[in-house]
C-alpha cells in the first residue's frame, strides 16, 4: 500500500510562484509513474503534468507548458511541481497520483489510469 501526501498549497497573485510536494510512502515502486492532476469547482479532474521514471521524459498539459515544471526527488521519495507565472485559471485542489504498472504516454495524463491518490492541496491564485 502506497501513501501519498501534497503540500506546499496556498494563495498567490497572478504571476506568482508556488511549489508543490507530493511524499510518498508504503510499498513504494521505483518506477511507478507520478502525475499531478487537477481540479476546480464544478470541472472535471484534469492531468497537469506526468513523470516516466524509467525514461525520464515529462509531459505536460497545453494550459501549463513553460510554466510548469515537474520533477522528483528519489532519495526523499518526493515528487514535485514548480509552478511559476500563475494565472487565476490555475486556482484549483491539486492532486499527486501513482501508478506501479506500465503505462501508455497517450495515457500519462488520464485520472482514470491511475490508482493511487493523494487527499489533495488547494492552491488560489488571486488577480
Known amino acids: 500500500q502506497v501513501q501519498l501526501v501534497e503540500s506546499g498549497g496556498g494563495s498567490v497573485q497572478a504571476g506568482g510562484s508556488l511549489r508543490l510536494s507530493c511524499e510518498a510512502s508504503g510499498s513504494t515502486r521505483p518506477n511507478s509513474v507520478m502525475a499531478w492532476f487537477r481540479q476546480a469547482p464544478g470541472k472535471l479532474r484534469e492531468g497537469v503534468a506526468a513523470l516516466f521514471p524509467a525514461s525520464g521524459n515529462k509531459y505536460y498539459a497545453d494550459s501549463v507548458k513553460d510554466r510548469f515544471t515537474i520533477s522528483r526527488d528519489d532519495a526523499k521519495k518526493t515528487l514535485y511541481l514548480q509552478m511559476d507565472n500563475l494565472k487565476p485559471e490555475d486556482t484549483a485542489i491539486y492532486y499527486c497520483?501513482?501508478?506501479?504498472?506500465?503505462?501508455?504516454?497517450?495515457?500519462?495524463?488520464?485520472?482514470?489510469?491511475?490508482?493511487?491518490w493523494g487527499q489533495g492541496t488547494q492552491v488560489t491564485v488571486s488577480s
Open positions: 497520483a501513482a501508478f506501479p504498472g506500465l503505462l501508455r504516454v497517450r495515457d500519462a495524463l488520464l485520472p482514470d489510469k491511475y490508482n493511487t
